[in-house]
């Protein structure tokens, strides 16, 4: 799917299922992770379906479903660390996933249970010293944190000013 097309798919997920779910898509494929109560998987794959319908053989597309946070865990770890062996697949989703958390922020749920096993995996790689694109993956990082705390000092001030009281 195009940038524009996941977008729009996600924003459709998130009506119909609630504000967690997380779209990553790459040129290798897409993934969609969700947390409720609730089992959405026969609808994310129609919903897959109908917005591939003019643009894939839908016979070559392939379904996972995890259903617990230990499958889920150990598909994405494996996914990772297979990406790792690709440098630069490695550093594409690295720098995907990254902007993925700077744009689900109010995520409760998906994006810091996804986090917690990006950064195991990301540890064990750089401990076994295998971590394709270091510099670049850390430079992307920082950045990020950057961000966030620029964003964080922004609500702040605009929090502050909307609790003062103005006099004319």
Excluded: W
Excluded at 66 to 87: K, M
Excluded at 116 to 133: N, S
Aim: aromatic residues 14%; proline residues 2%.
């Amino acid at each position: 799917m195009s940038f524009t097309t996941v977008a729009i798919f996600e924003s459709f997920l998130k009506e119909n299922i609630g504000d967690e779910v997380v779209v990553i898509n790459t040129n290798i494929g897409m993934e969609v992770y969700y947390y409720s109560n609730n089992d959405y998987s026969t609808f994310i794959k129609e919903s897959v379906l109908l917005y591939t319908i003019k643009h894939i053989d839908q016979s070559k597309l392939r379904f996972k479903n995890n259903f617990d946070e230990q499958a889920v865990c150990q598909s994405f770890c494996e996914a990772l660390l297979t990406f790792a062996q690709y440098p630069q697949i490695f550093l594409a989703y690295t720098k995907k996933f990254i902007h993925l958390k700077q744009n689900n922020t109010t995520s409760k749920h998906v994006i810091p249970i996804l986090n917690g096993f990006f950064e195991e995996v990301f540890e064990f790689l750089t401990e076994a010293g295998k971590i394709p694109h270091q510099e670049r993956i850390e430079r992307a990082k920082n950045k990020s944190q950057k961000s966030d705390l620029d964003n964080a000092v922004i609500k702040s001030l605009i929090s502050e000013i909307l609790l003062k009281k103005h006099y004319n």
